[in-house]
C-alpha cells in the first residue's frame, strides 16, 4: 500500500480514533430506539459517522495521486491550543458551586 497523501491519511485515521472513542464511551448508555431515543443514541450514531468519514478521507488519500511529502508539523500551535482547552475545561468545572 502506498500512502500517497499523508495529511489526508492522518486526519483520516484521527477521525476514526475520535469515533472510536465516542463509540466505546457512549456503549454503557441505554441505546433505546429510533423512536424513543436513549442518552446513547446520539453519540453512538455521530461517532459511527465519524469513523465513516474517516475512513473515507483515509481511502482517499490512498487512491488519488498526490505525491507531497507531510513536512513540519507546528507544535507551538499545538501545544498552545490544548492548553487552553485543558485550562477552559479545568476552571469551568471548579468555578461556581
Known sequence: MHIRNQ???L???L????GAVAVIEAAGYPMGSTMRMGPGYFPVLLGALLIGLGAVISG???????????GHIALRP??????SLLAFAF????SGS
Open 15 to 18: 477521525f476514526i480514533a475520535f
Open 7 to 9: 495529511k489526508d491519511f
Open 60 to 70: 482517499s488519500a490512498v487512491a488519488i495521486r498526490k505525491d507531497r511529502p507531510l
Open 91 to 94: 476552571y469551568s468545572n471548579h
Open 11 to 13: 486526519a483520516g485515521l
Open 78 to 83: 499545538l501545544i498552545l491550543i490544548t492548553l
